[in-house]
């Protein structure tokens, strides 16, 4: 984890920096998505917060960083408030590239709530790839509408 949280993993440069409470941070999540960062929070940053985050910035070098307010009522909410903005430093292509686990991923600050990778699913997708789910396990769930 240590080489996650400081850049040198060769394999993967996507992890969680900061998961709110059981952080110490309640409310507050940082990841690590490849060259940027990403704040996730209910409320506006507080200065202490704004500190950690340059200093998790200038440590990791990020290019930037970005934050998303997170709403409850995202069904409510346009694809353009929805998405992450802009905070800091430079902004992200459209699209743009992480790795985890040797694998590559398209991510997106502009698509909306998501930047299409969770990074709370890391250990399933791991399973996946070291055939650690025994054959036959059904990865779809076909009650909600998955083809047989």
């Given at each position: 984890?240590?080489?996650?949280?400081?850049?040198?993993?060769?394999?993967?440069?996507?992890?969680?920096l900061?998961?709110?409470?059981?952080d110490?941070?309640?409310?507050?999540?940082?990841?690590?998505?490849?060259?940027?960062?990403?704040?996730?929070?209910?409320?506006?940053?507080?200065?202490?917060?704004?500190?950690?985050?340059?200093?998790?910035?200038?440590?990791?070098?990020?290019?930037?960083?970005?934050?998303?307010?997170?709403?409850?009522?995202i069904?409510?909410?346009?694809?353009?408030?929805?998405?992450?903005?802009?905070?800091?430093?430079?902004?992200?292509?459209?699209?743009?590239?992480?790795?985890?686990?040797?694998?590559?991923?398209?991510?997106?600050?502009?698509?909306?709530?998501?930047?299409?990778?969770?990074?709370?699913?890391?250990?399933?997708?791991?399973?996946?790839?070291?055939?650690?789910?025994?054959?036959?396990?059904?990865?779809?769930?076909?009650?909600?509408?998955?083809?047989?």
């Amino acid at each position: 984890m240590r080489k996650l949280r400081s850049g040198r993993n060769q394999k993967t440069n996507v992890c969680r920096l900061i998961h709110g409470a059981a952080d110490g941070w309640a409310g507050l999540y940082i990841d690590r998505l490849a060259d940027y960062l990403l704040v996730q929070s209910e409320r506006p940053l507080t200065d202490a917060q704004q500190q950690t985050v340059q200093s998790l910035r200038s440590n990791l070098k990020s290019k930037g960083v970005y934050h998303k307010h997170l709403n409850r009522q995202i069904q409510n909410t346009s694809k353009s408030n929805a998405s992450a903005r802009l905070i800091m430093g430079l902004e992200a292509p459209e699209f743009f590239e992480a790795t985890e686990h040797h694998l590559r991923y398209r991510l997106s600050f502009n698509e909306g709530y998501s930047t299409g990778l969770f990074l709370d699913m890391r250990e399933n997708r791991h399973r996946l790839l070291s055939n650690l789910i025994e054959p036959g396990f059904p990865v779809f769930d076909r009650g909600v509408g998955a083809p047989k």
